[in-house]
């Protein structure tokens, strides 16, 4: 599945406020250095460890919001594995727009190649099963829409994107409500068509449970494997419809096992938690 970029409507905002955090009332190096005059320049951005490349075409955004006339030309795919050295772009325009776009255009770029390299080595592990490998909430606040794009470039499917998304039922939500059953019932009568209705369960009581109250999905939350695989062929023999995700104490070393119990979903969050930034730099010519 190919990654799909934020819409430009909901990018555009994002990437000016950030801009505008780090410009302040001017940016007095470069201002300082050119006194208005516009002068052309290169640059070439380049690898510093070795990782899958992410939000190339978001860094190229942030420079032409600076000068519409910056040429920002990407060497590698969106998604690709570099190794330390390799020049991932060559841009070309106002030396000014180069310069005080350097620091965000690089920041967002390597916070999401981190992302998306951590993501790669967790799909890789489950590449020859049918399980999916999907994202959490557990984003940074202001930057969940790329950071989740960035888990899409690693291979990754988005699970929802925020509360209004989907319904998901999870333990305080079951103890606020007196019970799975009763959750399911009051959720049915109120939330609108076609949003699903997902449940977390800890064990086998209430993976029964959700089948019986008419789950759409149903999460198996940090249970072991051999309980893991009990409630998969519990589900499969009642219902087969039924979308089965695990979730809790992911980690590279056990993911496999998981998804040979034969979920369909693994949900993680440590593709964007545990990840750290992929160096890269900017090099003027």
Not at 11 to 27: A, K, T
Not at 197 to 219: C, F, K, P, R, Y
Not at 242 to 248: D, H
Request: charged share 20%; net charge negative.
């Amino acid at each position: 599945m190919k990654a799909v970029l934020p819409a430009q409507i909901i990018l555009e905002p994002l990437l000016r406020q950030w801009l505008l955090e780090d410009i302040g009332r001017g940016d007095r190096t470069s201002a300082g250095l050119f006194s208005g005059e516009v002068k052309q320049g290169k640059a070439e951005w380049i690898v510093k460890e070795e990782g899958v490349i992410a939000g190339l075409p978001i860094a190229a955004r942030v420079f032409q919001l600076l000068d519409e006339n910056v040429n920002f030309d990407p060497i590698i795919a969106e998604g690709e594995f570099c190794s330390l050295g390799t020049i991932i772009a060559k841009i070309d325009g106002n030396q000014e727009a180069l310069l005080t776009g350097e620091r965000v255009a690089l920041n967002l770029a390597m916070r999401l190649s981190g992302i998306a390299t951590l993501t790669r080595k967790y799909t890789e592990q489950i590449a020859d099963l049918p399980t999916k490998l999907v994202d959490t909430r557990k984003t940074t606040p202001g930057l969940r829409i790329l950071e989740k794009y960035a888990t899409q470039v690693g291979g990754a499917v988005n699970h929802r994107l925020g509360l209004d998304d989907a319904v998901m039922i999870k333990d305080n939500h079951i103890q606020a409500a007196g019970g799975i059953a009763s959750a399911i019932a009051l959720l049915r009568e109120n939330i609108p068509y076609p949003l699903t209705i997902e449940v977390e369960t800890s064990n086998l009581e209430e993976v029964q449970a959700a089948l019986e109250h008419g789950a759409d999905i149903i999460m198996l939350d940090n249970m072991s494997l051999e309980m893991m695989t009990q409630a998969v062929q519990l589900i499969r023999n009642q219902n087969s419809q039924i979308k089965i995700e695990a979730s809790g104490n992911i980690t590279l070393a056990r993911i496999r096992a998981v998804a040979e119990t034969g979920v369909d979903y693994i949900s993680s969050s440590a593709p964007i938690t545990r990840s750290s930034w992929l160096d890269l730099s900017m090099r003027m010519i």
